[in-house]
Structure formats: structure tokens, C-alpha cells
């Protein structure tokens, strides 16, 4: 009856001292690995956006200014058609 409980209590020791080995080689890994993932990150927190707004491209649009085929009603004001002889606004006559 002595001799099973040491070997009980001999297995239980070996257990336990294989579970050390495994956590120390496990937290060897998983502390190298989250060394890399620290790096990486310190990395690629300096790295500028990706999507960059583009600058605007001079020349590709025509300049603001007033639309050639309209024109302004010499007696309410509003924005008329150039080939319009009556204003839609107020009727006078262009
Ligand atoms: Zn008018």
C-alpha cells in the first residue's frame, strides 16, 4: 500500500514538473512572438495614412466665372437664358 502512494505521488511530481517545462517554453514563445507584434506595431503606428488625399489638379477644370449661355434680367435680377426675349421671372422684355 506504501509503494502505490509513492508512485502516485512520484507521477503527480513528474506531472507537475513537465507542466513547468511546457509553461516555460510556451511563455518563451508567446513573449518572443508578442515582441515582434510590439515592433510591428511601433512600426506601423509611424507610417503615414495610405490613402492620401490627391492634391487639386490645376487646369483640368474651367475657371468659375459667369455661364456664358445665361444671363441676368436687367429688371428683377434673376438668372435668364441667353435666348430668351421675355423673362420667365417677371415678363420683361430682353
Ligand atoms: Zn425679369
Keep these: 500500500m506504501r509503494g502505490i502512494f509513492l508512485m502516485?505521488?512520484?507521477?503527480?511530481?513528474v506531472i507537475?514538473?513537465?507542466w513547468t517545462i511546457i509553461c516555460f517554453f510556451l511563455g518563451i514563445f508567446t513573449?518572443?512572438?508578442g515582441f515582434l507584434v510590439f515592433l510591428y506595431g511601433l512600426i506601423a503606428s509611424d507610417r503615414p495614412p495610405v490613402h492620401r488625399p490627391a492634391p487639386p489638379q490645376h487646369g483640368t477644370q474651367?475657371?468659375?466665372g459667369p455661364n456664358p449661355v445665361s444671363r441676368y434680367c436687367p429688371y428683377c435680377g434673376q438668372n435668364i437664358p441667353q435666348?430668351?426675349?421675355v423673362c420667365p421671372?417677371?415678363?420683361g422684355d430682353q
Design 31 to 33: 513573449g518572443f512572438i
Design 89 to 91: 421671372y417677371c415678363g
Design 16 to 18: 507537475f514538473f513537465s
Design 62 to 64: 474651367p475657371p468659375p
Design 83 to 85: 435666348d430668351s426675349r
Design 8 to 13: 502516485i505521488l512520484g507521477a503527480i511530481m
